[in-house]
């Protein structure tokens, strides 16, 4: 791709909640600008510089707060059952 072309990238919503892709996004902005829309069931892309390096950096960033909020939403009944154990331990003596 030439540095002046846009890329763009389609993200189903059904596997990219709103919050992952704007981290993903938010990260990315030290690399490039980016416009984020999104339709019915998709969120769009579109990085301003047109690079695949960034476009991949963004897949990863992607996968990676999506695991990160799987695992989040299924350990959080666990981690607040384990600080809740521990508060009541400091608070007891």
Not at 31 to 36: D, E, G, I, N
Not at 52 to 75: H, I, K, S
């Amino acid at each position: 791709m030439k540095p002046d072309s846009v890329s763009h990238a389609a993200f189903p919503k059904s596997q990219y909640s709103e919050h992952v892709v704007r981290k993903a996004l938010y990260w990315l902005s030290e690399h490039t600008q980016w416009v984020l829309t999104d339709d019915e069931s998709c969120w769009h892309v579109r990085l301003l510089d047109g690079s695949l390096e960034n476009l991949a950096t963004l897949n990863r960033l992607l996968n990676d707060f999506r695991l990160r909020e799987d695992l989040d939403r299924r350990t959080g009944g666990l981690r607040s059952r384990l600080i809740a154990a521990a508060l009541q331990k400091l608070a007891n003596g």
